[in-house]
Nanobody
Framework: QVHLVESGGGLVQPGGSLRLSCIFS????????MGWYGQAPGKQRELVVV???????NYADYVRGRFTIYRDNAENTVDLQMNSLKPEDTGVYYC?????????WGQGTQVTVSS
């Protein structure tokens, strides 16, 4: 069973940076597309970025140029570097692993952007 654990969230001022990490276990990491999703208060969870098994990345328009995803197939991790954070980036960020029709979620990590 795939298990995902996120870390790295916290409180940051507008314009600041955070780096989220997700540790994958329970299966063959390199076989999974990995993604980060964000859920703002009162809103639906939405895609932030996904990185496929070949390293191709697909960013949501609102984070392109500010966020960068990295995957390390040796360490079974996927990180999200978040720069130039805005108050509207506030929410819970979830790590996702997907292969074929199977998807798995972590428990989420809270990001709060506020002065």
């Amino acid at each position: 069973q795939v298990h995902l654990v996120e870390s790295g969230g916290g409180l940051v001022q507008p314009g600041g940076s955070l780096r989220l990490s997700c540790i994958f276990s329970g299966s063959i990491f390199s076989s999974y597309a990995m993604g980060w999703y964000g859920q703002a208060p009162g809103k639906q969870r939405e895609l932030v970025v996904v990185i496929n098994t070949g390293g191709g990345r697909n960013y949501a328009d609102y984070v392109r140029g500010r966020f960068t995803i990295y995957r390390d197939n040796a360490e079974n991790t996927v990180d999200l570097q978040m720069n130039s954070l805005k108050p509207e980036d506030t929410g819970v960020y979830y790590c996702n692993a997907r292969v074929d029709l199977l998807g798995f979620w972590g428990q989420g990590t809270q990001v709060t952007v506020s002065s």
